[in-house]
């Protein structure tokens, strides 16, 4: 658990420095249910911090975000991928698995690093799908008072 003043300087970093952070979002119904950070370690490693509103938490939210950051990491030219997993965070360190990456645990620090494969055809094609599929969706959202307007 961080203090409000870790958080503060947290952001005050970023704000400061805010070319080198990257976020990634999920929406539900016009509210933010999670986020992945996406900090620049340097011009080779990104390093992902997650978070995950409780309430959506075990629905794949988190899973869906590590593969479509994972996917822009390699499409910017990263070839590593760093995360600090807390002691009592049990469910990132199995999404951290689950994409491949080791545990390394330290005197009750766990870290781990992906090394991430230059950019290819198909991961250039799974971005421009997601982006795709965001754009529709909020298509959607747009014009889904519109259509039940029309269609009620």
């Known amino acids: 658990q961080y203090t409000d003043e870790q958080i503060d300087k947290l952001v005050e970093r970023i704000v400061e420095h805010s070319d080198k952070h990257h976020f990634l979002v999920a929406e539900y119904k016009n509210n933010w249910i999670g986020c992945v950070h996406c900090a620049d370690v340097n011009d080779d490693e990104v390093e992902f911090g997650f978070t995950v509103d409780a309430e959506h938490r075990g629905n794949g939210i988190a899973d869906r975000m590590m593969r479509e950051a994972i996917v822009w990491s390699r499409n910017r030219g990263y070839t590593s991928l760093y995360m600090h997993c807390l002691p009592h965070n049990v469910p990132i360190k199995r999404l951290c698995v689950k994409h491949g990456m080791e545990l390394h645990t330290e005197y009750g620090e766990t870290d ?28 959607l959202q747009t014009f889904n008072p519109f259509l039940k307007e029309i269609y009620t």
């Open 112 to 139: 781990t690093k992906l090394a991430l494969d230059p950019p290819d055809f198909k991961s250039l094609t799974e971005e421009v799908t997601i982006r795709n599929r965001q754009a529709y969706r909020m298509l």
